[in-house]
């Protein structure tokens, strides 16, 4: 266990609407980052929160947004939602030291269906 | 472009044989490289990781090589395990990691 938990695990949603996935990281952990997994693909970054502020971000639309909280735990909301957005999301927790983001410790995963 | 990808989806050894996973980078600039596992209906799981200073690393039971000068990464498992059948990712980078697109191992028994 990486001590990474997300919710909901399993959800559906339909074209249009909108979504937020939840994330607490693990115990002593500063930054979490957030990566959307495809089917039969690896993860890509989404963005990185580093002491609720954003700190970095992949090639993704501004409907995918963040938040982090005092308590480091985090939010990903997506808007508008579209068929491709199905996929498994991932968040990972880390320990940033020196600048550099450490090991990142994954979460399960909310694996997001939209019709 | 993808930045680290892998040379086979899919490789299929014996229980208690070697298994050997590829991976190949583009950007020569990288400086820190991982390797994943990742389990069915789980998040990946940090097995090793190496940095652009050195060629090797072993770990218990794993040992990563590097070639830089053909930009090169090699996951070398030692004795298969059943337990060890899952993908494995390569992944390049820090704060922005970047995955290839995984090799599922599977092992016979």
């Known amino acids: 266990e990486t001590g990474v938990t997300q919710s909901p695990t399993h959800l559906i949603k339909t074209r249009g609407q909108q979504v937020t996935l939840r994330c607490s990281s693990q115990?002593?952990?500063?930054?979490v980052s957030w990566y959307q997994q495809a089917l039969g693909q690896g993860p890509q970054f989404i963005f990185q929160?580093?002491?609720?502020?954003?700190?970095g971000r992949g090639n993704f639309p501004p409907r995918f947004s963040g938040l982090q909280f005092p308590n480091y735990s985090s939010e990903l909301n997506v808007n508008a939602l579209e068929l491709d957005d199905s996929a498994l999301y991932l968040c990972?927790?880390?320990?940033?030291?020196?600048?550099?983001?450490?090991?990142?410790?994954f979460g399960e995963g909310s694996r997001l269906t939209v019709l | 472009g993808e930045s680290v990808g892998l040379h086979l989806p899919t490789l299929s050894v014996q229980e208690g044989d070697n298994s050997i996973i590829n991976c190949a980078y583009s950007?020569?600039?990288?400086?820190?490289f991982i390797w994943y596992k990742q389990e069915s209906g789980k998040g990946p799981q940090f097995i090793i990781d190496?940095?652009?200073?050195?060629d090797k690393r072993q770990g218990q039971r794993v040992t990563v090589l590097l070639n830089k000068t053909v930009k090169h990464l090699s996951l070398q498992i030692a004795a298969t395990q059943p337990g060890d059948s899952a993908v494995y990712f390569c992944?390049?980078?820090?704060?922005?990691?970047?995955f290839g697109a995984g090799t599922r191992l599977t092992v016979k028994p």
């Open positions: 992944a390049e980078g820090y704060n922005d990691m970047r």
């Open positions: 990972a927790s880390s320990l940033v030291a020196g600048g550099n983001t450490g090991e990142l410790f």
């Open positions: 115990s002593g952990h500063n930054t």
């Open positions: 929160y580093y002491r609720e502020e954003e700190n």
């Open positions: 950007n020569s600039a990288s400086d820190y």
């Open positions: 190496i940095r652009s200073n050195m």
